[in-house]
């Protein structure tokens, strides 16, 4: 069968792999259906492997070369034995992380946080640019009828970003600053619109993604913060001039982080949700000066998946709109790694159709 392979810094090979001979008593095979190109395939074509394992993974066992696809959804083809959840022929989004179910921090309902996690298409013999693959039962929830096929596949980012607005405490009436306008942030920009946010005030320095953002129509104001002083502009348009409720930091940027620290309000709220590549030169006494709280994120709670699925579901959360690309595999080098590593691209989120 067909499958998108990672194999070192720019190798992703379309290629040939057996399909999958073996399933446990709570595993499921399935047919990939949509799956989406994300910031972390990115990274690791551009500069892996990084969370690819080079050596076998301590969890899961799974060793470079990688199928990848994290974000994707699919329809079930053949359930274990002991699967009961699950009927031949659901649709599915796949919750993507793999690991003990019973170590400490499992047991706390912080799956995303043990040390042993895997992910599939990150750590895992199978990923979501494949024909078919194996998934554990507790990675499979099932979509209705009126979530598409690609919004399916949009659930794990999307996830990624309400985990960031939960913790920012972003609600009706709320604030809010968000930098970066990349896949995440755009979803960002999406969910606080549909949880009531009054004032929603977007960063991003390429002009494209700002287009991008002023399309959804949701955006109060879309800076560039190469040419307008962000945190002026955010004092100027909110209450009094304190700032916002709460910023939401998208790019992994220092400078950006710095910027949601002095425009949000007195005892707001900054939440770091990009990934920094490299340490970052902050300043902990204006945090301590303005008694504010700073929450970082990693992934998502995995227990998010059914309620990100229902706000799609209400057409509160018109997740599609980020799309910009839907590719076939064979053009995901030139259509999907490079297109969307150009900076003067037009793409924001690239979809894979394997079906």
């Given at each position: 069968?067909k499958?998108?392979?990672?194999?070192?810094?720019?190798?992703?090979?379309?290629?040939?792999v057996p399909?999958?001979?073996?399933?446990?008593?709570?595993q499921?095979?399935i047919?990939?259906l949509t799956?989406?190109?994300c910031?972390?395939?990115?990274?690791?074509?551009a500069?892996?492997p990084?969370?690819?394992?080079?050596?076998?993974h301590?969890?899961?066992?799974?060793?470079?070369?990688?199928?990848?696809g994290?974000?994707?959804?699919?329809e079930?083809?053949e359930?274990?034995?002991?699967?009961?959840?699950?009927r031949?022929?659901?649709?599915?989004?796949?919750?993507?992380?793999v690991?003990?179910?019973?170590?400490?921090?499992?047991?706390?309902?912080l799956?995303?946080l043990s040390?042993?996690?895997?992910?599939?298409?990150l750590?895992w013999?199978?990923?979501?640019?494949?024909?078919?693959?194996?998934?554990?039962?507790?990675?499979?929830?099932?979509?209705?009828?009126?979530?598409?096929?690609e919004?399916?596949?949009l659930?794990?980012?999307?996830?990624?970003?309400?985990?960031?607005?939960?913790?920012?405490?972003?609600?009706?009436g709320?604030?809010?600053?968000?930098?970066?306008?990349?896949?995440?942030?755009?979803l960002?920009?999406?969910?606080?619109?549909?949880?009531g946010?009054?004032?929603?005030?977007?960063?991003e320095?390429?002009?494209?993604?700002?287009?991008?953002?002023?399309?959804?129509?949701?955006a109060?104001?879309?800076?560039?913060?190469?040419?307008?002083?962000?945190?002026?502009h955010v004092?100027e348009?909110?209450?009094?001039g304190?700032?916002?409720?709460?910023a939401?930091?998208?790019?992994?940027f220092?400078?950006?982080?710095?910027?949601c620290?002095?425009?949000?309000?007195?005892?707001g709220?900054?939440?770091q949700?990009?990934?920094?590549?490299?340490?970052?030169?902050v300043?902990?006494?204006?945090?301590?000066l303005?008694d504010?709280?700073i929450?970082?994120t990693?992934?998502?709670?995995?227990?998010m998946?059914?309620?990100v699925?229902?706000?799609?579901s209400?057409?509160?959360?018109?997740?599609?709109?980020i799309?910009?690309?839907?590719?076939?595999?064979?053009?995901?080098?030139?259509?999907?790694f490079?297109s969307?590593l150009?900076?003067?691209?037009?793409?924001m989120?690239?979809?894979?159709?394997m079906g």
């Open positions: 069968m499958a998108v392979r990672f194999y070192a810094k720019e190798d992703v090979r379309v290629e040939d399909p999958p001979n073996e399933l446990g008593d709570l499921v095979l047919k990939p799956c989406g190109i910031g972390t395939d990115l990274h690791e074509y500069g892996g990084i969370v690819t394992p080079a050596t076998p301590k969890f899961t066992g799974a060793v470079l070369p990688q199928i990848l994290h974000e994707f959804s699919a079930v083809v359930i274990g034995r002991n699967v009961e959840r699950l031949k022929g659901d649709r599915i989004s796949i919750q993507p992380l690991m003990p179910l019973d170590d400490y921090y499992s047991r706390r309902g799956n995303h040390p042993s996690m895997g992910c599939i298409g750590s013999a199978w990923g979501g640019m494949s024909e078919l693959a194996v998934i554990n039962d507790y990675n499979a929830i099932v979509i209705p009828d009126n979530v598409t096929d919004q399916g596949a659930v794990e980012p999307t996830a990624v970003a309400l985990y960031g607005v939960d913790r920012s405490k972003v609600t009706g709320s604030t809010v600053l968000i930098t970066g306008a990349g896949p995440i942030g755009a960002v920009v999406l969910i606080c619109n549909a949880v946010a009054s004032k929603i005030f977007v960063s320095p390429n002009a494209n993604r700002r287009k991008h953002i002023e399309n959804l129509g949701v109060t104001a879309t800076l560039d913060p190469k040419s307008v002083n962000v945190v002026e004092r348009n909110t209450e009094e304190v700032g916002v409720d709460a939401i930091e998208c790019s992994g220092e400078a950006a982080l710095n910027n620290v002095e425009a949000v309000r007195n005892h709220t900054v939440v949700t990009g990934l920094h590549v490299r340490k970052a030169l300043d902990p006494a204006l945090w301590a303005k504010i709280t929450e970082a990693w992934c998502y709670e995995v227990t998946w059914p309620r699925i229902r706000m799609i209400s057409g509160k959360l018109p997740v599609e709109k799309v910009t690309g839907r590719i076939e595999p064979e053009v995901i080098v030139e259509k999907g490079r969307l150009n900076p003067s691209g037009q793409e989120k690239v979809m894979v159709n």
